[in-house]
């Protein structure tokens, strides 16, 4: 074969596609969980924020912070080549973590951010058990319905089927999906609510064995249900920050053994599918 010929049929094949294995294609990502806080100040300028998305190959990212000003310095920054999705973060101060969902001063916050138009969701915020039953977190999941809104919700099961129980068309991303609850448990509330729940994966356990390969169990839930998981970092204080590229490092080793349809829902098509369409395009 010529040379030109074998490069014809490299293109074809390529035009065709392959697997996820022998796809060369580096999968744009979405973080799906992403704090940009400001305690005083933020721990990336906006330029070194851009830089590390590039260089991880983030072009999305589900945006909140502590104070809400540096999401709204995001929307405003329009930083080319990043689609931001804003969620209203519940919280003014880190202590507001342990008393929102009694706070009649957080559910007016959420009211007024909301004001500003581009919010998605609320979140991510933290509840357990029976905390979720109050009444401010009722209106805050009805809020949330009536407005098209998600919830990002760090929390326990019990208090995610509490949250289902205020309104059962909540639209939840579980973050973290339940931490160590057990596959066969997520497979059967992700059956449970087909509508209104999607698994977000950061400090997810049991994804991959010690060497780096996926567990049977995961790599079976992917099977079944890759249209309902999101990746994230979380970003939660700043040592997230400087092991962001080997947070993203770990996702893009377990993608790979995914077969490409897969791989490619996980990396951003689930993202773009609740959130999209993009923003040009
Ligand atoms: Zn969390």
Redesign the pocket.
Known sequence: MSFRKILMAALAAAAIGYGGAVAQERLDIFDA?LHYNQEPAPFYSHEQLLEVFRRNGITGILANSRPNKSTHQLMEAKATGLWVVPFIRPYRTRSDIQTWFNDPAIFELIRNEYERGYYRGIG?F?IYGKAAASDWVKKTVDFAVERNLYLLA?CDEEALLILFGHNPKARIIW??TGFSVAPARVAELLEQHKAGLWGELSYRGGITESDGKLSAEWRNLFERYSDRFLLGS?T?VNERWFGYDTIFKEYRGWLAQLPAEQARRIANGNALRLFGPRPGG
Do not use: L
């Open positions: 969980h991510e933290h760090h973050a973290h979380d939660w």
